[in-house]
């Protein structure tokens, strides 16, 4: 449970009172389902595909993904139960994951651009966790890495839909490098996205580990085994360097934080993120842009090391 001080909690009721939390878009019984399957060994295909089948246009979303050329290379898939088989349980569930939280959010309205972006920075963020926690063979459920980077960013993203005019002056707040929790501390009298974030998180009782790895700052894993430490870590780095990169902010203070901690090097990650950025495919219409234009910045990502053994991002 998070500690807010007085002020914070005072914002926190005034927020909830002009968002109504009756009225925020209860996750789907998809979303819930696809979240009960995480971690859960018992978890099948058949499973999996009764769910996805429950909603037409999940359906329909799913199938058009995965005939994308990256996925199915040419072959033509017709159902979700052979789309499982051809490209895999987790892979199958991932997207249906974020194809249904995405359109819980578009669906709930908003400037489209900016919820895209944000949706667009989740979703690349939610894909590098889970890679480099399978490259680096992290000692993690490399499910739950991807889940907790996906979920990081719901506070702003609660702000941006129902209360954008809070959002565009805590983005006033912004010039000059502040960080957006800062500036959110600022407009929303010692409040932050992330505490927002968290506290819709236990309104819709999403465990413990996501709301954790909502936390920009989070403290050290305590030892190697320490899964919540790494998840928490791993969410943050992972947001924090995919926003760097999409706003062509420095790197070098995010690599010398984290780099004790995550078993990674720069050149590695904007390696994964390229990989990542070409391989995406369409997992919801609103964020195509988001992830055209980032096809292009990822081109454009020279890393370089500085007389101090420093690795910094030069273009």
């Known amino acids: 449970m998070q500690t807010l001080s007085p002020q914070a909690k005072r914002a926190m009721a005034k927020i909830f009172n002009l968002v109504n939390m009756a009225e925020l878009p209860a996750l789907s019984d998809n979303v819930h389902e696809l979240l009960d ?79 895209g972006n944000l949706l667009t920075n989740s979703y690349l963020s939610g894909s590098l966790a889970k890679n480099i926690s399978q490259k ?100 943050a780095f992972c947001n924090q360097l995919t926003e760097q990169v999409d706003s062509g902010g420095n790197i070098d203070n995010l690599i010398e934080r984290f780099g004790g901690v995550l078993p990674v090097t720069p050149k590695d990650i904007f390696r994964i993120y390229e990989e990542l950025v070409d391989s995406a495919g369409n997992v919801s219409e609103i964020i195509r842009a988001g992830i055209r234009r980032r096809k292009l910045q990822s081109k454009l990502i020279v890393v370089a090391r500085t007389a101090e053994g420093k690795f910094v991002r030069i273009s």
């Not at 063979?137 to 005019?165: K, R, T, W």
């Not at 954790?212 to 989070?218: D, G």
Request: charged share 20%.
């Open 136 to 235: 680096f063979q992290m000692h993690l459920p490399h499910e739950e890495a991807f889940i907790c980077s996906l979920f990081y960013n719901l506070g702003e993203l609660i702000v941006l839909i129902y209360l954008p005019d809070i959002h565009r002056r805590v983005e006033a707040k912004r010039f000059g490098g502040i960080d957006k929790n800062q500036a959110a501390r600022t407009v929303l009298n010692d409040l932050t996205y992330y505490q927002i974030g968290m506290e819709v998180a236990m309104f819709w009782n999403l465990g413990e580990r996501i709301v954790n790895s909502m936390h920009p700052n989070p403290p050290r894993p305590r030892h190697p085994g320490d899964e919540v430490g790494l998840l928490m870590n791993l969410s």
């Open 37 to 115: 399957m995480i971690g859960n060994p018992n978890a099948n295909a058949r499973q999996l595909s009764t769910v996805i089948l429950k909603d037409v246009s999940l359906t329909s979303k799913i199938l058009q993904v995965v005939n994308s050329a990256y996925y199915t290379r040419g072959i033509k898939v017709g159902s979700v139960s052979r789309a499982i088989t051809l490209i895999g349980f987790s892979t199958i569930r991932e997207l249906a994951m974020s194809i249904a939280l995405f359109e819980d959010f578009i669906a709930a309205g908003g400037d489209q651009i900016l919820v």
